[in-house]
């Protein structure tokens, strides 16, 4: 197993938060402008993905994608590069629980998710997906977004 990167771009790698088919999600944090710590999520292409080309197209054409999304109920996209062999995107990081953990900690504690905390969670994320699905480039034409992993450990 590759060692944890130490520095992605300008981020300074701090823990891993999760890892997935296609890549693995750390924790980043770099001095903003102004002075301020930014804390961010970075997600990096695991590396031997890279050496495939299509899964390194795959994760450039995402970065692409996921940094024209400007949308109240998606995470934004800071910025995204390479360094060294890795491709990164660094993101906005949310804190807080997924609606998988909330659901595991209901079952655990015999108690149900209410009906309409469960309606409110699903309006927001089929807002963000709306959105994401009528994406549109300069000049009109339609981007065809697909969320293809909406679960309730990536919300």
Known sequence: MPPQPTRLG????VAKIAKGG???VYLGRARAPNGRMRIVAVKAIRPELMEDEQFATMFLDEAKILSRLDHGNIARTLEFGTEGALQF?????LLGRTVLETWD???ARGV?????MAAWICARVAEGLHYAHELC???GIWLNVVHRDVNPSNM
Request: glycine share 0%; proline share 9%; charged share 25%.
């Open 10 to 13: 300008p981020y300074e790698i």
């Open 22 to 24: 296609m890549a693995t």
């Open 89 to 93: 995107i660094a993101m906005e990081l």
């Open 105 to 107: 900690a209901c079952v």
């Open 112 to 116: 149900p998710l209410r009906f309409d």
């Open 137 to 139: 480039d300069e000049n």
